[in-house]
């Protein structure tokens, strides 16, 4: 059985917060309580404030499978009707180079995808909790 664990990046803390293991349930939960449109409008008053406080992520939430490595990082900025979600996908890969000559294993491949919903973020969340590594990496890879 697989093991998971989660942090946040709160936009105003310089530290990421690990918060140790969770199910796919904690999770969901998680995500759906997040406060994304909140932060979203701290951060934009703290921008436009005289005093300005630093401003070091994007509200953020990363979980990652412990057995295989694999883990998402889901951001949330402020598009111009609703949040948008950028998703980072974390993966062991195999890169290949001049060729495929050359093969290196690259412990932390990530890609991301832009102007996503939050619709496709639970669809990464749940795909990661399923071990549906193939739609993970059609989707997000």
Known sequence: ???????????????IIEKGS???AGFLKVFHEFPWEEMLHQMEEAENSVSGK?????????VENRSNKN???ISVVDGKDEPEFYIFYKRPEI???????????????????????KADALAAINALFDNDLALLKSRWG
């Open 1 to 15: 059985m697989s093991t998971f664990r989660y942090s946040i990046c709160d936009p105003f803390s310089p530290e």
């Open 22 to 24: 969770i199910d796919k």
């Open 54 to 62: 630093d401003i070091h992520y994007s509200p953020s939430l990363e």
């Open 71 to 73: 883990g998402l990082s």
């Open 95 to 117: 890169r290949k180079y001049l060729f495929g000559f050359i093969q290196k294993m690259d412990e932390n491949f990530v890609s991301d995808r832009t102007s996503q919903t």
